[in-house]
């Protein structure tokens, strides 16, 4: 099967940028916990109805965006989407390393709260500065 694909792949005939660079939006949301189940239902329920946009936003370049989705990924935004410290971590090494014209002073404080020793260790620091340099070069085509 191997042989098969790098047979393809060197043929033209399969491209692996025809394959999808981001996982869809709906991978994050944890459908394990009913929003009414959420400390705070509504909260949880606006970021579901929101998520795929915001999502979509983040990983085209938008700020605000990012900031959200980097949020969620860290604290799981009431129950709405999979928490993922080590992905909330990667993202705010994006939004640092892209300095965005409206870059505010908390995002900083941001990175060293959710890329700090509370949030991960060691190994998931590095995961995610090897995963953020991935999610730069995607976001800057």
Known sequence: MGLLSAILFACGCVSLVDG????????????TVQCSASSDP????HT???WKA???EAIAGGYRAQKHVALC????C??????DKMLGCAWRMV?????HAGAENSDATNLN??????????????AAASQAKAMARLIGK
Not at 95 to 99: E, F, K, N, P, Y
């Open 95 to 99: 939004i640092a390393d892209t300095r």
């Open 54 to 56: 915001e999502y979509e």
């Open 48 to 50: 579901r109805d929101t």
């Open 78 to 83: 009431d129950s709405a989407i999979q928490a």
């Open 20 to 31: 999808p660079l981001w996982p869809p939006a709906t991978t994050y949301v944890d459908t």
């Open 113 to 126: 709260r959710f890329c700090g020793a509370d949030y991960l260790d060691q190994n998931g620091k590095l």
């Open 73 to 76: 990924m860290s604290t799981g």
């Open 42 to 45: 509504a909260r949880c329920q």
